[in-house]
């Protein structure tokens, strides 16, 4: 599986960004995907997960209620909305796959992608 991330940028505070992760692969609808960050200085974090079929999502304490992941199987996508974007968000986000069918944690990803950097001005 190959993913690419896209639709990183510099954002305003309070301001909104949709990230786009494109995947390879037929077994795609049968993968959970997530949304992880990493800040200068710091761990990287888990930011959203969604189950195999899109109906079951996570998400770090960080950003609920501000972020939302969706994953469309027939377009073979992953996505990340973030709205009321803080300081705090600033980071480099990666889209991950896992061959596990539900999953939370980074440690159970399998493939990753290269980042794509939002920055969040205050």
């Known amino acids: 599986v190959q993913l690419q991330a896209s639709g990183g940028g510099l954002v305003q505070a309070g301001g909104s960004l949709r990230l786009s992760c494109a995947a390879s692969?037929?077994?795609?609808?049968?993968?959970?995907m997530g949304w992880f960050r990493q800040a200068p200085g710091k761990e990287r974090e888990t930011v959203a997960t969604?189950?195999?079929?899109?109906?079951?999502?996570y998400y770090g304490d960080s950003v609920k209620g501000r972020f939302t992941i969706s994953k469309d199987n027939a377009k073979n996508m992953v996505y990340l909305e973030m709205n009321s974007l803080k300081p705090e968000d600033t980071a480099v986000y990666y889209c991950a796959a896992s061959s596990r069918p539900s999953v939370r944690s980074e440690y159970g990803m399998d493939y990753w992608g290269k980042g794509t950097q939002v920055t969040v001005s205050s």
């Open positions: 692969g037929r077994t795609f609808s049968s993968y959970a």
């Open positions: 969604v189950n195999w079929s899109g109906s079951t999502t």
